[in-house]
């Protein structure tokens, strides 16, 4: 995302449920806390959009971070793995999809167990990690 200002994400918070992690910084960006701190860190960081970038990531820990950006008001999108985003040459924003526990699709990234995984993500929308 930093890397690539043309897809109009803007990094504003790191959220990681290692304790360690908190008050350091990826790049430049804060680890503020937990996921579960999503909705308290929302308007301190004027978050608009959480971007949940784990490889392979389990249907509880999707759960939690959808629940907690919901909480916060904010959509969540999901990234795939690298590997995946390496074998198609297209741009970042193209490989986001918008999570939702609304309604279920089927594909490899959702399932019953899974939240429903949705349209790319658009340019021009901010979001954190």
Not at 19 to 28: I, V
Not at 29 to 34: A, D, E
Not at 87 to 111: I, V, Y
Request: charged share 20%; aromatic share 4%.
């Amino acid at each position: 995302m930093l890397r690539s200002p043309g897809a109009g994400l803007v990094p504003v918070a790191v959220f990681d449920d290692d304790k360690a992690a908190h008050g350091l910084s990826l790049m430049g960006v804060p680890v503020v806390g937990g996921i579960d701190e999503i909705p308290k860190a929302t308007s301190r960081y004027t978050i608009q959009q959480v971007l949940l970038t784990i490889p392979s990531p389990s249907p509880e820990l999707v759960d939690r971070a959808l629940r907690a950006s919901e909480r916060a008001g904010v959509s969540m999108k999901i990234l795939p793995g690298v590997k995946d985003m390496l074998d198609e040459p297209n741009h970042l924003a193209a490989f986001a999809r918008h999570a939702s526990r609304r309604s279920r699709t089927s594909s490899p990234h959702s399932g019953p167990d899974r939240p429903r995984v949705g349209p790319p993500l658009h340019r021009g929308s901010p979001g954190c990690w």
